[in-house]
Every structure is written in structure tokens, then in C-alpha cells.
């Protein structure tokens, strides 16, 4: 799948607070390979996810190889819309 980086950190941005922290136990993954998903590089325990960035506008072209999380993030934007 492919979103510009903008878009997805404006996703992680727009996620309620403890958000990142429940993704990673309900993937059963660590949370800086979660903060690393949406862009946070500099953590250095977290583990890859398939993220390939290439520069353009936008931030450029994030190539993800897997959407557990960003699908995970999306169910949780989603249900904070229907509250």
C-alpha cells in the first residue's frame, strides 16, 4: 500500500491519547516499532515494518509492506467518529 507521509502521520497524529501504546499490545509488538511505523525513526528498539519512504510532496511516497497498524489505527479513529 502507498500513502504519502503527510497523510500518515496525520493519521498518528489524530490518534487519541495511549493510542500508539494499544496498538503495540494488541499487535503484541513493541512500542517504538510502532513509533517507527509512523515515521519516529530515532527509536532505535524498535523493529522494521516494511516501510519504504521515497522524497516527493507530501513528505513524499511511504511504501508500506504491512497495514496491521495503520489498519489498527484507522478501526481506532473510526470508533472514536461513532462515540
Avoid: C
Avoid at 507521509?5 to 496498538?23: A, M, Q, T, V, W
Avoid at 519512504?53 to 481506532?76: H, Q, Y
Wanted: glycine share 10%; proline share 5%.
Amino acid at each position: 500500500m502507498n500513502i504519502t507521509f503527510n497523510e500518515l502521520r496525520k493519521i498518528k497524529d489524530s490518534l487519541p491519547d495511549g493510542s500508539i501504546h494499544r496498538i503495540a499490545k494488541e499487535l503484541d509488538m513493541s512500542v517504538e516499532t510502532v513509533w517507527n511505523y509512523f515515521g519516529g525513526y530515532s527509536h532505535p528498539e524498535g523493529k522494521p515494518m516494511g516501510v519504504h519512504l521515497e522524497e516527493g510532496p507530501n513528505g513524499g511516497v511511504v511504501s508500506l509492506d504491512d497495514t496491521r497498524i495503520l489498519d489498527l489505527a484507522n478501526r481506532i479513529l473510526d470508533q472514536g467518529q461513532l462515540v
